[in-house]
């Protein structure tokens, strides 16, 4: 870790086959003071023969300190940092399984950061799973993204009264992604909370098992 990049040389943890055995990949990005270990127990409810489960570790647990309402260089630098950490771990998965089979998929804090890695980095993916999460800035940000994700399986699911996560915010994120392209599957789920619910982690399960 470095003052500039403070997610540098963080922990990359595994499930599944080795990169270069797989004939997939899942790349999974945990919440605020969550583990990387902990996101690994997705894959007991996804498809996973031949899936290589990657997941890395937030410097401190936490991808970025304040509110992902805030402008982006609050965040700073913590934030660049960790979308730095994403695509080297998406690099790394790369080498050996095309961008076409690999999904990404994120709770919470590790949903936004990862709506907002697809965004900024647009390209055909195996697919994208946000849960609770959506792409960063204030209320009334103008999400105008270019680039074409050429069809890329995208799925949405939040609660309709997230603590965390305003509905609104969600539906802003389904529409930047339609803008490029993507194939979007949004559900609001009433009364949830700021959690997974089984819907939820079928539609997860639809997407991975189409890689």
Do not use: K
Not at 27 to 32: A, E
Not at 81 to 103: C, M, Y
Not at 164 to 185: L, N, Q, S, Y
């Amino acid at each position: 870790m470095t003052d500039a990049d403070p997610h540098a040389g963080q922990p990359v943890e595994s499930r599944g086959p080795a990169l270069e055995d797989a004939d997939s990949a899942v790349i999974l990005l945990h919440g605020r003071g969550a583990r990387a270990q902990g996101m690994l127990g997705f894959a007991d409810d996804l498809p996973s023969e031949g899936t290589a489960f990657v997941a890395p570790q937030a410097a401190r647990a936490t991808w970025y300190p304040n509110s992902f309402l805030e402008p982006t260089e609050e965040n700073e630098p913590w934030f660049n940092s960790a979308l730095g950490l994403v695509n080297d771990v998406f690099e790394d998965v790369t080498e050996h399984v095309p961008a076409e089979r690999v999904a990404l998929l994120g709770f919470s804090q590790g949903a936004c950061l990862g709506s907002e890695f697809l965004a900024r980095n647009p390209r055909e993916y195996g697919g994208f799973v946000a849960f609770s999460g959506g792409l960063h800035g204030p209320e009334g940000t103008t999400y105008d993204y270019d680039g074409d994700l050429d069809g890329t399986p995208v799925f949405l699911g939040c609660s309709d009264r997230d603590p965390h996560i305003p509905e609104e915010r969600v539906h802003e994120t389904r529409d930047a992604f339609e803008a490029m392209d993507a194939d979007v599957t949004e559900r609001i789920y009433e009364g949830m909370g700021h959690t997974v619910n089984q819907d939820e982690l079928e539609h997860a399960a639809d997407i991975v098992g189409g890689l």
